[in-house]
């Protein structure tokens, strides 16, 4: 009896707490899958007897923007590009704009930064460059501090995960244009209650990246997503911010699952390439 009855209290709290419309919050909430090999049965034990700790509180995450700099240097970015070679005989315009590095890569696994996350990042130079020291007249990179947070049912933080979103900008060739480069996501640290899992990647498609300046003297622009999982042995809660980044230094939080008075991510039409493949109405 007293196992049913624990099942059933499972049942009444996920009906309560994640109902099937969830497109307020504009996350993607989903069942666990049962036996998932993540979770141990001592974690799926431990729900059971107190799923309030196990819960993600959706109406506690957030994402905080801490602190807005621009570095004295770029250290915390390793750029592994091949020396500044000559790039007049191969280059007979500059308007058409590629990323030469990173298109996806993860911040966080398993709870943890990923190793060597340095050597990762975009840019987005005119086709044919290859080095960032083909280019001349780069800023500083500035740097945004961000702060993710989430409690459970309880209001205990469960995880929380500082990062930093970083570029250099403003690279010209021959005076024209405005590029971009180490464009990076940097995780500073990460903190995970037991029983909950997180995980971070970043994604820069290639259809994102444009030139919103003229064809003679062209200013690239580029989107980033950040995708998040959050999961316990009860549910699994999924979100995506972009971030809207220019190559005169322009920099914008296009769309968030959480943040009031940001375009949803849905509703940008610039981000419609993002979007394949991913549903956000919440159902499950």
């Known amino acids: 009896m007293q196992k049913y009855l624990s099942s059933f209290f499972v049942l009444v709290f996920s009906a309560m707490l994640f109902p099937m419309s969830v497109s307020a919050q504009r996350l993607i909430i989903s069942a666990t899958p049962q036996n998932s090999p993540a979770f141990s049965r001592q974690e799926a034990a431990s729900a059971q007897k107190d799923p309030g700790y196990f819960t993600i509180s959706t109406d506690s995450v957030r994402v905080t923007l801490k602190k807005v700099s621009s570095e004295t240097g770029g250290n915390f970015v390793q750029m592994q590009e091949p020396g500044a070679g000559g790039v007049d005989a191969v280059l007979d315009t500059i308007d058409h704009i590629i990323n030469t590095a990173s298109k996806i890569w993860s911040i966080v696994q398993q709870n943890a930064p990923v190793v060597n996350i340095s050597g990762k990042y975009a840019t987005a130079y005119p086709q044919g460059v290859t080095s960032a020291a083909q280019l001349a007249g780069w800023s500083m990179p500035k740097t945004y501090e961000y702060e993710f947070s989430a409690n459970n049912l309880y209001g205990a933080t469960m995880i929380n995960c500082k990062y930093r979103v970083t570029f250099s900008y403003n690279g010209a060739y021959k005076g024209k244009g405005k590029f971009l480069t180490?464009?990076?996501?940097?995780?500073?640290?990460?903190?995970?209650?037991?029983?909950?899992?997180?995980?971070?990647?970043?994604?820069?498609?290639?259809?994102?990246?444009?030139?919103?300046?003229?064809?003679?003297?062209?200013?690239?622009?580029?989107?980033?997503?950040?995708?998040?999982?959050?999961?316990?042995?009860?549910?699994?809660?999924?979100?995506?911010?972009?971030?809207?980044?220019?190559?005169?230094?322009?920099?914008?939080?296009?769309?968030?699952?959480?943040?009031?008075?940001?375009?949803?991510?849905?509703d940008v039409k610039a981000a419609q390439p993002l979007l394949d493949g991913v549903s956000f109405d919440g159902n499950f």
């Open 182 to 266: 180490a464009v990076a996501v940097i995780p500073e640290s990460v903190d995970v209650g037991w029983g909950y899992h997180f995980d971070m990647n970043a994604d820069v498609p290639d259809s994102t990246i444009v030139n919103v300046g003229t064809d003679a003297d062209p200013v690239a622009a580029m989107q980033l997503k950040l995708s998040w999982k959050m999961s316990t042995v009860l549910k699994e809660v999924d979100g995506t911010s972009v971030y809207y980044v220019q190559g005169n230094g322009l920099f914008n939080e296009i769309a968030s699952p959480w943040q009031k008075g940001v375009a949803r991510l849905q």
